[in-house]
């Protein structure tokens, strides 16, 4: 997992959490490595993020409801269309994490996100960091809109009455004051040197 914010700020990531799952239970019928069945091969991670969550969204960030990879896990054993073909149902843990993964936006390598898995982390990561005062961490701070949502940035600077904003996954923001909480205010202006 990859740590975020707080204790409990994590995020699941394919190839640090659902590969190795892959691997035990997929191996030998969806790999490149032994043999690829029904045209899915789980260790070439640009096919899963443009095929498997892109093109065929089998499986939808955010949405393991509705997701028919998770979906076919979960099934009967005897059902057709059960995964993995001939074998044990995976584990309750592993589903678990599976579900997590795709709650979380589904991102091949929290890392290194690509653009829009960067914006699909930013959802995950507000939720998780739910720590108001702030503590400063290499000048990360929370920041919290007037609707409530939290998320923890940097402020790169404070222009009149916008500050710009960046996230860990090095995303940007340009965000009003007047959108901010008031302690958020506070804090821009305290950072900004002029309190
Ligand atoms: C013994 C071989 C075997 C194993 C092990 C296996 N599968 Fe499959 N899988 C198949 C075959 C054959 C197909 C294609 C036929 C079908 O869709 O039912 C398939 C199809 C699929 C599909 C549908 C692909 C598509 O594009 O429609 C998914 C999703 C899938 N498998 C997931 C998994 C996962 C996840 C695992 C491991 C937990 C797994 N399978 C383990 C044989 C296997």
């Not at 443009?50 to 005897?78: C, M, T, V, W």
């Not at 996100?113 to 739910?130: D, G, I, Q, S, W």
């Amino acid at each position: 997992m990859i740590a975020t914010a707080g204790a409990e700020a994590e995020v699941v990531d394919y190839v640090s959490d659902v590969l190795p799952i892959m691997k035990t239970h997929c191996w030998d019928c969806h790999s490149n490595e032994k043999s690829v069945k029904g045209s899915l091969a789980l260790d070439d991670v640009d096919e899963v993020r443009d095929y498997q969550i892109g093109k065929f969204n089998i499986i939808r960030p955010g949405n393991p409801a509705e997701s028919g990879f998770l979906e076919r896990l979960k099934l009967e054993s005897n059902h057709t269309d059960f995964m993995p073909r001939k074998g044990d149902p995976l584990p309750k843990d592993e589903l678990a994490t599976i579900e997590k993964w795709i709650e979380h936006g589904a991102v091949i390598d929290a890392t290194k996100p690509t653009e829009e898995e960067a914006k699909r982390l930013e959802e995950v990561k507000p939720a998780a960091a739910m720590n108001p005062a702030g503590g400063a961490k290499d000048g990360f701070h929370q920041w919290k809109n007037k609707a409530g949502k939290v998320i923890e940035a940097k402020m790169l600077s404070l222009d009149g009455e916008s500050v710009k904003l960046i996230l860990k996954t090095g995303v940007s923001y340009d965000v009003r004051l007047d959108d901010l909480s008031p302690e958020s205010v506070t804090l821009a202006r305290s950072l900004g040197g002029k309190e």
